[in-house]
């Protein structure tokens, strides 16, 4: 995750959410959720300047899509010239694109 700051002066940068691996307290964080679903991560930064300074908030959201498991199916034998039909299953997750590979397809 990356800030973008406009006008003054960043002295501290502060991030929260699960999962932060690296940076909490740097421009650049780094984390790793595992969860699916949604998480929202903030970012606080302000001046260094204690009571008498300036400091701003801001949240991103990051959504966790579930994995999609493939199952190819059909395992079975058929003669020299034979055709088979390949057909899948899919569990979990969301498909945009299938691609088959192997010899003869």
Avoid at 3 to 32: C, F, H, K, P, Q
Wanted: glycine share 16%; hydrophobic share 30%.
């Amino acid at each position: 995750m990356n800030e973008t700051i406009s006008g003054g002066s960043v002295v501290n940068y502060a991030w929260a959410g699960s999962s932060i691996l690296t940076g909490a307290s740097s421009a650049t964080a780094t984390a790793d959720p595992t969860t699916v679903g949604t998480t929202v991560y903030t970012l606080t930064v302000n001046d260094g300047l204690g009571g008498s300074g300036c400091s701003s908030q801001s949240m991103t959201t990051v959504t966790i899509n579930a994995t999609p498991t493939a199952i190819a199916g059909n395992n079975g034998y058929i003669c020299n010239g034979g055709t088979v039909t390949l057909n899948e299953t899919i569990t979990g997750g969301s498909v945009v694109d299938y691609t088959w590979t192997g010899s003869s397809i």
